[in-house]
């Protein structure tokens, strides 16, 4: 069994700032991709950024220049640090990780993918 533990949301002023964390616990050989989406109501859910193991990132143009997004592999946490928050990035963010639960399948690349339950950012103009 695995755990994703989101925090860091909450509501902010636009301009503001915010960071997120994502702690993974359990049964993890080890993380390979790690990454945030959000959903905004109504909307479909998003991808916001991505990180590899080795720190390659990429991030959603509407992102781009204002959130970081990084890692701790000894920690087994991710973090989003946002920055110049705006209205339009009020949504749940979600914490998505692509792990090895063992060696073995570590070696022959079958990881599963694990999603956390999702954390609201509210940002008001």
């Known amino acids: 069994q695995v755990q994703l533990v989101e925090s860091g949301g909450g509501l902010v002023q636009a301009g503001g700032s915010l960071r997120l964390s994502c702690a993974a616990s359990?049964?993890?050989?080890?993380?390979?991709?790690m990454a945030w989406y959000r959903q905004a109501p109504g909307k479909q859910r998003e991808l916001v950024a991505t990180i590899t193991k080795i720190g390659d990132t990429k991030y959603a143009d509407s992102v781009k220049g204002r959130f970081t997004i990084s890692r701790d592999n000894a920690k087994n946490t991710l973090y989003l640090q946002m920055s110049s928050l705006k209205p339009e990035d009020t949504a749940d963010y979600y914490c998505?990780?692509?792990?090895?639960?063992?060696?073995?399948?570590?070696?022959?690349?079958?990881?599963?993918?694990?999603w956390g339950k999702g954390i609201l950012v509210t940002v008001s103009s």
């Open positions: 359990g049964t993890i050989f080890s993380i390979d991709e």
């Open positions: 998505n990780i692509y792990y090895f639960s063992d060696y073995v399948r570590n070696i022959n690349r079958d990881g599963t993918d694990y």
